[in-house]
């Protein structure tokens, strides 16, 4: 099976549990924003960063049903962070995943409600899973993905991507946006699926460490794709890096060098991986995919 056909068939999986949340509703007020909100959460995507949570968690020893609440609550934020980040106010686009973005669909203020409602949702599912199970272990992941996903993480990634915008960049800035803003929630992907499979704290630095790695090629394999990609293969506008005067790796040090860099962190973390006990083969089939992908 290739890796795409595996990718196909685990997001499958994210993708049947992810249509069981929001589907009740008290008036039509609540109907109206759900509609919203699953229209950016059910827009497809490769569910990559679900899918890493459970990879890393039945790696280490944990159950699917013990991992895919969290699994899923972490694709809730990372499509209300697409859904704010897509508005006028931030990178002003009109399509996401070959569709139109939630504000060309739903107006302005409904999408910054309906990314508000994804946010707040994904941690009352996390409470709710983790007080009926009662385990520490699921506060230690939900507090990994607090902090990966607030003011010390994706948020403050965003806010330095905004305040670099227009200026002449500097690499320790570039490297802030790319370790906050990107990085960071694919890093507590991996921590977070390695807390509910209770590994130790030293294992779950070198989590931090492939994420990190893994975080820091696959945002310099966007910026890549932005320049050198077509919008038919992305799903999105290309050039949107350079309209919005954007800080990349290939604006900073060039393409050849951007790509350079991509297969030092691929290499980087393939090491890593092989330094766990267990069947990392599709987990290093998911790096080499992501860090090498063409949309």
Do not use: W
């Amino acid at each position: 099976m290739s890796i795409k056909e595996g990718l196909h068939k685990k997001a499958e999986i994210i993708e049947a549990k992810l249509n069981t949340y929001l589907v009740t509703h008290e008036n039509s007020y609540e109907e109206k924003l759900h509609e919203s909100m699953l229209y950016s959460l059910l827009s497809g995507g490769k569910r990559i960063r679900p899918i890493l949570l459970i990879e890393v968690g039945e790696l280490f020893g944990a159950k699917q049903e013990d991992l895919i609440d969290f699994a899923c609550a972490i694709e809730m934020i990372h499509t209300y962070s697409l859904i704010h980040d897509d508005l006028p106010a931030m990178d002003d686009d009109d399509l996401r995943r070959g569709k139109k973005t939630n504000h060309k669909v739903y107006g302005e203020a409904m999408a910054i409600l309906a990314g508000d409602g994804l946010l707040n949702f994904s941690y009352e599912l996390m409470i709710e899973t983790s007080l009926k199970n009662d385990s520490y272990c699921y506060l230690k992941a939900m507090k990994e993905i607090s902090k990966a996903a607030g003011h010390q993480g994706m948020v403050g990634g965003q806010v330095a991507d905004c305040l670099s915008e227009g200026k002449i960049g500097t690499k320790d800035t570039l490297e802030y946006i790319q370790l906050k803003k990107t990085s960071a929630l694919l890093t507590c992907a991996l921590t977070a699926g390695g807390c509910i499979a209770g590994v130790s704290e030293m294992t779950l630095n070198d989590l931090r460490k492939l994420g990190t790695a893994v975080g820091f090629a696959f945002q310099i394999r966007d910026d890549i794709l932005d320049i050198e990609s077509d919008e038919s293969v992305l799903g999105k506008p290309i050039g949107s890096d350079e309209k919005n005067h954007k800080l990349t790796y290939p604006s900073l040090f060039g393409l050849e060098a951007s790509k350079a860099k991509v297969r030092e962190l691929t290499d980087e973390a393939n090491r890593i991986l092989k330094s766990f006990d267990g069947d990392t083969s599709f987990l290093e089939s998911l790096v080499n995919y992501l860090c090498n992908r063409e949309y």
